[in-house]
């Protein structure tokens, strides 16, 4: 099973940009789906957006879309995720996740095998 360590979250002001990255440990990350999640204060973890192992699909919430863009470096055993045109709701912690050779992308939390620690992302208005 991998391990993930989270990074790149901050504060930011509305309509600028952050890229968090996800680094996991073990040989087999190219054989995880690697996802991101986030949970805002008094709120359900939510899905964001997710990459399948092969790089082949991706699928995002529709609230990202066009803004968000998830991607994979799977020689670096790293998945990211660029957020572009960042919104106050946007404000949350946010997890990845790894499932393993979980195909098709689902956004269900249970689907996924590992977790990060999560990184605060943070958008002032």
């Known amino acids: 099973q991998v391990q993930l360590v989270e990074s790149g979250g901050g504060l930011v002001q509305a309509g600028g940009s952050l890229r968090l990255s996800c680094a996991a440990s073990g040989r087999t990350f190219s054989t995880y789906t690697m996802g991101w999640f986030r949970q805002a204060p008094g709120k359900e973890r939510e899905f964001v957006a997710a990459?399948?192992?092969?790089?082949?699909?991706?699928k995002y919430v529709d609230s990202v879309k066009g803004r968000f863009f998830i991607s994979r470096d799977d020689a670096k055993n790293t998945v990211y995720l660029q957020m572009n045109s960042l919104k106050a709701e946007d404000t949350a912690v946010y997890y990845c996740?790894?499932?393993?050779?979980?195909?098709?992308?689902?956004?269900?939390?249970?689907?996924?095998?590992?977790w990060g620690q999560g990184t605060q992302v943070t958008v002032s208005s």
């Open positions: 996740a790894a499932g393993y050779r979980l195909h098709p992308v689902v956004p269900e939390s249970h689907e996924y095998d590992a």
């Open positions: 990459v399948t192992w092969g790089g082949r699909s991706t």
